[in-house]
Nanobody, 116 residues
Framework: QVQLVESGGGLVQPGGSLRLSCAASVRIFGVRDMSWYRQGPGNQRELVAVLSSDGSTTYADSVKGRFTISTDNAGNTLYLQMSSVKPEDTAVYYC??????????WGQGTQVTVSS
């Protein structure tokens, strides 16, 4: 079973930067896309960013221009570079790998709190 572990969350001041990581327990093949989601207090889970197998990226309007999704050369780790963060970015962030063979795989989430 593939395991995904998010890390890099924590407390950051408004306007600051943070990089989240999602490490896979094994090399993942047959990936349709890789995504970051977030769920703030009392809110539904929302899609933040997607990196598709063709290399294209999409972002939620709320983070466009501030967040960047990427992966390392080996494809073992997914990143979310967060810049110019705002209090509204406070949430638990989850990574997700969607495979052709068996659908979605989720990490356990990492807390990001933006506060002064």
């Amino acid at each position: 079973q593939v395991q995904l572990v998010e890390s890099g969350g924590g407390l950051v001041q408004p306007g600051g930067s943070l990089r989240l990581s999602c490490a896979a327990s094994v090399r993942i093949f047959g990936v349709r896309d890789m995504s970051w989601y977030r769920q703030g207090p009392g809110n539904q889970r929302e899609l933040v960013a997607v990196l598709s197998s063709d290399g294209s990226t999409t972002y939620a309007d709320s983070v466009k221009g501030r967040f960047t999704i990427s992966t390392d050369n080996a494809g073992n780790t997914l990143y979310l570079q967060m810049s110019s963060v705002k209090p509204e970015d406070t949430a638990v962030y989850y990574c997700s790998y969607r495979r052709w063979i068996d659908g979605d795989h989720w990490g356990q989430g990492t807390q990001v709190t933006v506060s002064s």
